[in-house]
């Protein structure tokens, strides 16, 4: 689902609108440098396009790619010639061909949209008309740079605790497709009506339209909107005939989750999930897994919302020396490995917000972790928790330089969880979470 090819490329320093959210066109000041995101159709990547990132990494910051925790890519330590950045993205159709379409590019998929056993239905061609809808309709500009949508199909690979201002999830009902919807939440959630599949751009329109209708300029985001106006009211001004008999309403997505690291089955073939140490890859690391995507796969990569790749369509012949030759550069290829189940922000090193260094405490955590440890444990240099789009099993939010409160995930209780211990150094955070992993939480 790649962009339209450029008919011409501008380069303006900055984005019209102003954010403190980096785009492509918007390149934000960090203590590192600056900072520019560069939003993918589906979180796809060819192998082309790798390439000219990992180039203008090197030529135009210092060389630090992060994944995000939304599927996209950034490159960090930007320093002054932001044109020549741009430029280069644009010329490889990594970007909109208008600035101002570039904040509103925010639709999250499956990483293995289109290929995944457990789909209802491939989703790629709805979600190319809902991105064509949000960059070429003006007034959809206005909406937030932070204003996301979720589009599931059903998959077994899919990030289901990410809220949204907007999901929509596919079901089956007596014989047909439907595409059940919710606001301000997850597809896990109790959806608030359906409509049939290809009502699904439509359904989109209206909820758009009908958010920046209700919403002040400081409402960017759905949940701040119902704070004022009731879910039905909002939905009930839509203007479209919305399904919500019982078997919508009491219907609930499947949680099981496909594992996202090593091999991961497809409808047809194989494909390989791998990881760079806590989100940041190496020019070398993005150029390895575009070589092998180009050699043994289908010539693309996917960048998923658990800061990690997947190289789909890989020749099962050649699967084990792909993942050989790509944890020689360096990626995790295996959950197991405590590093890969390992979040942290950028730490102060590159933001004044941070209290602590966490990228560098969180390879210290790892090394401490044998026997198992949570599924997820999250470092967070301050309590904005910009790293991790939902609440970790375990949370480790830095107060000073080295030394954490340890918190534990509890439905029973909002933020955080349950504080379960003040002002650890890292080892003893290291020995409480030191445990087989069946006596922590996931």
């Known amino acids: 689902m790649p962009d339209a090819p450029l ?56 060389g630090v790619i992060e994944a995000t925790n939304r599927g996209n890519l950034q490159i960090r330590g930007i320093g002054a010639d932001h044109d020549g950045l741009i430029e280069s993205l644009l010329g490889a159709d990594l970007g909109p061909r208008e600035a101002a379409s570039d904040d509103v590019r925010n639709l999250m998929l499956s990483p293995l949209a289109g290929l995944d056993p457990m789909m209802l239905t491939d989703v790629r061609p709805l979600a190319g008309q809902i991105l064509d809808l949000l960059q070429g309709t003006p007034r959809f500009h206005e909406l937030s740079a932070k204003f996301a949508i979720q589009l599931d199909g059903g998959e077994g690979l899919a990030m289901l605790e990410h809220p949204h201002d907007l999901w929509l999830s596919v079901l089956g009902l007596e014989q047909r497709t439907w595409l059940a919807f919710g606001l301000a939440g997850c597809p896990s959630d109790a959806p608030l009506g359906a409509v049939p599949l290809e009502q699904g751009l439509a359904l989109v329109r209206a909820v758009l339209e009908r958010f920046l209708d209700l919403a002040t300029p400081q409402q960017g985001r759905m949940r701040q909107l119902l704070e004022q106006i009731p879910t039905q009211a909002f939905v009930d001004g839509l203007g479209l005939a919305i399904r919500r008999d019982a078997a919508v309403l009491r219907w609930r997505r499947a949680t099981t989750c496909t594992a996202w690291l090593g091999t991961v089955v497809q409808q047809q073939g194989l494909a390989l999930g791998v990881a760079p140490p806590l989100g940041r890859l190496t020019p070398a690391m993005l150029r390895g897994a575009a070589r092998i995507a180009r050699q043994w796969g289908d010539g693309s990569l996917r960048i998923s919302p658990w800061q990690s790749l997947l190289l789909p369509n890989l020749l099962p012949a050649r699967l084990d020396q792909a993942r050989s030759e790509l944890a020689g550069l360096g990626l995790l290829c295996h959950i197991h490995e405590p590093l890969a189940r390992m979040v942290a922000c950028t730490g102060s090193p590159g933001c004044a917000k941070a209290n602590a260094e966490t990228k560098t405490d969180a390879v210290a955590l790892a090394a401490l972790l044998h026997r198992g440890g949570p599924a997820s444990v999250h470092l967070s240099g301050c309590a904005r928790s910009c790293a991790l789009a939902h609440v970790a099993p375990v949370t480790l939010l830095a107060r000073a330089p080295g030394r954490y409160d340890l918190y534990q995930r509890d439905a029973h209780l909002p933020g955080l969880g349950a504080l379960r211990g003040t002002d650890l150094t890292l080892n003893e955070a290291g020995a409480m979470l030191d445990l087989p992993t069946e006596h922590l939480d996931d």
């Not at 066109?25 to 900072?35: E, K, S």
């Open 7 to 62: 008919k011409q490329v501008h380069t303006p320093t900055v984005s019209p609108r102003p954010s403190a959210c980096p785009g492509l066109w918007r390149i934000v000041a960090a203590r590192d440098g600056g900072i520019c995101r560069i939003k993918l159709p589906g979180g796809l990547l060819l192998v082309e396009q790798a390439d000219v990132l990992a180039r203008a990494a090197e030529r135009f910051a210092g």
